[in-house]
Structures are given as C-alpha cells and as structure tokens.
C-alpha cells in the first residue's frame, strides 16, 4: 500500500478524504508508531520546497536521524523554512518578505556529528557549522548556534522520504 501524499494526510486531518481512501490511510496510520502517529495527525502540512534535494555533485553527509524533516524558525522579518533529509542534504528558504530575516534560498549537504552540524550549499557560495540540541519529548525544538547567530527551530514535518 502506497504511503499517503501530505495533501491526503491534511484531507485526513480534516475529515474531507474521500472514504475508500480514508479506510486506506488510517490502516497505514494504525501500522506506525504512536509518536509518529500524533505528530503526523496534529503536524502542519509541510511548504513545498522551492529547491529540489540536490542528487547529484556532492558527496552526502551523515545526519543525525532526530534532525530529519521541516523545521521552521520565526526570525525578525518573517519566517524560515529548513528541510534536512536522510541522504545528508537540506533546502532553506526564506517565507520573510524583508531583511534581516530574508535570506536566499540554496541547497546543498548536512551533517552532523556529536551535536555539531555543518551545512555546505551547493547552490550559493554559503558553508557555515555550529552546534546543535534538540528539546522536548517529541523532539520538536532545534537549537542551532553558529557563525551566524543562534536560532530556535520548530520542527512542521517529518520527511516523507526518510
């Protein structure tokens, strides 16, 4: 049985699912893990990615398996939108329509190791490490600090390619 996409797990959510797949979905649901279950039923449907994963011309990285999804930040001027995938790459976008907080978007390779992270885009002249933790039972809270600052992450999704 084929997983269901984010647009049918929002249609789930709010109970517009058409029937037949409606029974499909919560079979798979039912199947999963109970943290995984209540974070798919109460998490936000993830923005699509401006920036596809990159595939090719990098070598991926080792991630720590707690950091893999969407994760978004509220900075001074809007918002940020961060995907870090299994394979050890991510996308950053910028939902902030202003400076400070609007960034250009890029991709590129993630990895961490022992609470540190390095990020290597691929798509703009951008490399930056720091360290990070993850708090909260569900482990929905990043914090990243770096070059740049220090940065609180909210976690909106789980890959749905892990």
């Known amino acids: 049985m084929p997983d269901p996409t ?17 029974a499909v979905v919560d079979q798979w649901l039912a199947a999963l893990p109970a943290e995984r279950q209540a974070l798919l039923l109460t998490e936000e449907t993830p ?35 961060l995907q870090i995938a299994a394979n050890g790459t991510y996308t950053f976008h910028s939902a902030a329509p202003s400076f400070p907080g609007n960034e250009p978007m890029h991709n590129g390779t993630f990895t961490t190791s022992n609470g540190k992270y390095t990020m290597h885009a691929i798509s703009i002249v951008f490399d930056t490490q720091g360290t990070y933790t993850i708090q909260g039972s569900s482990k929905g809270t990043l914090e990243m600090s770096g070059e ?6 909210y976690r909106t ?3 749905p390619d892990p």
């Not at 740049?148 to 992450?153: E, K, Q, V, Y």
């Open 6 to 22: 984010p647009a049918e797990l929002e249609a789930y959510r709010s109970g517009r699912l058409p029937l037949d797949r409606f």
């Open 47 to 81: 923005p699509a990615s401006p920036l596809p994963l990159p595939t090719t011309g990098f070598q991926p990285g080792s991630v720590d398996h707690d950091l893999v999804g969407y994760w978004k930040a509220n900075v001074e001027g809007g918002l940020w939108i």
């Open 148 to 153: 740049f600052g220090s940065n609180t992450w």
């Open 157 to 159: 999704g789980l890959d």
